[in-house]
């Protein structure tokens, strides 16, 4: 039988996390994007949902190529910060930033740069950057809040931190 990992988290770094736990949170991210954003399609397409997903999907792997370095400067940068909700709107920020940014890429590649803005395409450009953000901040709630409450079950001896109340409220 083996023993369970132990928890990075300290006293010095609360929200300190493991490889696994960064991957288990980009993964929830990226999945909660194709999510929200399907939703989003689904609300506009109707049924010619299918083939922005065809497009969508693709790029939100560029997405998540862009934002996983970041996210993790992010996360590392953060981990002595036991302010919940200042992790939550900055992984959110940084949602907004790579859906603006991988968006705007999408479209140049595909239609050029508009001349007029994004005319037509507002709608669909509103929803996914509204997706990612959503699913950035999303992302990290969940999976702080199974790193926390995973610590809570070890024998390690880790003090639970005064956010995790505030974490398990939010959800």
């Known amino acids: 039988m083996s023993t369970p990992e132990s928890s990075p988290r300290t006293d010095a770094e609360p929200l300190a996390f493991t490889k696994a736990e960064f991957l288990r949170g980009v993964l929830s991210a990226w999945l909660w994007f194709l999510g ?3 939703l989003a399609q689904a609300f ?3 049924p010619w949902v299918l083939l922005a997903l065809v497009v969508t999907g693709p790029w ?3 997405g998540v190529l862009i934002g996983a370095p970041l996210a993790y400067g992010l996360g590392h940068a953060l981990r002595r910060v036991t302010a919940v909700p200042v992790h939550i709107t900055l992984f959110a920020a940084l949602g907004l930033l ?3 940014a991988t968006t ?3 479209i140049a590649v595909a239609w050029g ?3 007029s ?3 037509d395409l507002r709608p669909f450009v509103v929803a996914n950057v509204a997706a990612a953000g959503a699913a950035v901040g999303i ?3 969940r999976t702080a809040f199974r790193a926390l409450r995973d610590d809570r079950g070890r024998d390690a001896g880790v003090r639970r931190i005064d956010s995790d109340a505030a974490l398990e409220d939010s959800l």
């Open 139 to 141: 992302g990290w709630t």
């Open 36 to 38: 929200l954003s399907g």
């Open 113 to 115: 740069i508009p001349d």
């Open 60 to 62: 939100s792997v560029v």
């Open 44 to 46: 506009l397409l109707g």
């Open 98 to 100: 790579v859906g603006t």
């Open 104 to 106: 705007a890429a999408a």
């Open 117 to 119: 803005g994004f005319g």
